[in-house]
């Protein structure tokens, strides 16, 4: 039996024939590893699937777990990392775990296709949910009541939680940690892994800067890079062109090409994501922050941040202020 509260709150993922590893080693290394460096008890994953026993995953190896449906569905948080098939149906036994989980007021996540379990157990109905963009069209075919948005890394909808691709799902649980123990913790544990401790749900799918598939866009990618070092001064696309060599005409059709985006709206959700950290530990004026990250003006910054946030500056840092430095020493990492 799952040992609920004997040390953490207990998460339980979900293993299935077939599937790769590197979902559940992503729950795994996040919410499994010991974490003595926090004075409080870490989390107590178990790694369940529908039958105990073998489960065969890519690769031709196999894991085996003791843990079947009843300890999946008495965890307090309960992840499916996944489906066999994005065409098929959850079975009867998974979708009655699912309900019982969500019922009693467990959370319930998905990481990439794992959002077709919780779609045909219902638990998406109504809600914004999303996918992997590939699966995206399957998905909004197959559960017409699911609101999916293939734009963005993950959705935090209170109890359930649903992300896209497979790096994705590494974003939506350090975002479960920063919901569950602040940002210092979140930040911690994202500094063990070595990865950026906080990108936006809101944040496209797309990668940042593009992979360079030819000259034009290895040239965007410079100019991307070249921009995330210099947020504080004046950005236009003209500018970004320049770097580029570009005309800013065939510039913008290479971003957008490249990104699925605009230079400016790509601009102003880095400025955003800047100021986080500096909202975070420093107590400068949000005046100050705006400047130092490139904004003009604290109005121009509180809109687009309340946009892209669904909250103010000021409440953002109510809510996840770790410390309070004076003043903003240096422009801030963009990550």
């Known amino acids: ?30 919410f499994g590893l010991p974490r003595p460096e926090f004075n409080f008890p870490w989390y107590e994953l178990t790694i369940c699937s529908e039958t105990p026993g073998p489960v065969r995953v890519v690769g031709g190896a196999a894991l085996h777990t003791e843990h079947g449906l009843d300890v999946f569905a008495a965890a307090q948080t309960l992840i499916v990392p996944g489906v066999p098939d994005v065409h098929g149906d959850p079975s009867p036994a998974l979708v009655a775990a699912l309900r019982a989980a969500h019922a009693r007021g467990a959370r319930v996540m998905s990481i990439c296709s794992g959002a077709f379990a919780l779609a045909g157990a219902g638990l998406l109905d109504g809600r914004r949910a999303t996918t992997h963009w590939r699966y995206a069209e399957i998905l909004r075919r197959r559960h017409p009541a699911v609101r999916v948005d293939a734009d963005v890394l993950y959705i935090d909808d209170g109890d359930v939680l649903t992300s896209a691709g497979s790096a994705a799902g590494l974003d939506l649980c350090l975002h479960v940690i920063r919901r569950d123990h602040g940002p ?16 936006d749900g809101g944040q496209a799918q797309f990668v940042e800067a593009p992979v360079a598939e030819d000259p034009e866009d290895a ?61 975070e530990t ?27 946030m669904r909250t103010s500056p000021s409440a953002y840092r109510r809510a996840f202020a770790v410390t309070a430095q004076p003043s903003v020493s240096a422009q801030p990492n963009s990550q």
Not at 14 to 20: E, N, Q
Not at 185 to 197: D, S
Not at 282 to 301: K, L, N, Q, S
């Open 282 to 308: 420093t107590g400068a004026p949000i005046e100050e922050i705006a400047t130092a990250v490139g904004f003009e003006t604290a109005v121009t910054y509180r809109h687009h941040f309340g946009q892209a």
């Open 184 to 199: 210092a913790v979140a930040n911690t544990v994202a500094r063990r892994l070595v990865v950026p401790p906080h990108r």
């Open 219 to 279: 040239r965007v990618a410079r100019s991307m890079e070249w921009a995330l070092g210099n947020l504080s001064g004046p950005i236009s696309v003209a500018v970004l062109a320049r770097q580029a060599h570009m005309s800013s005409r065939t510039y913008l059709r290479h971003f957008q090409r490249a990104t699925g985006t605009t230079p400016i709206r790509w601009l102003i959700d880095r400025r955003v994501q800047a100021s986080l950290a500096l909202l």
């Open 1 to 30: 039996m799952l040992r609920v509260g004997r040390r953490g709150p207990a998460i339980a993922v979900l293993a299935f024939d077939g599937m790769s590893l590197f979902e559940t080693g992503i729950v795994s290394e996040v």
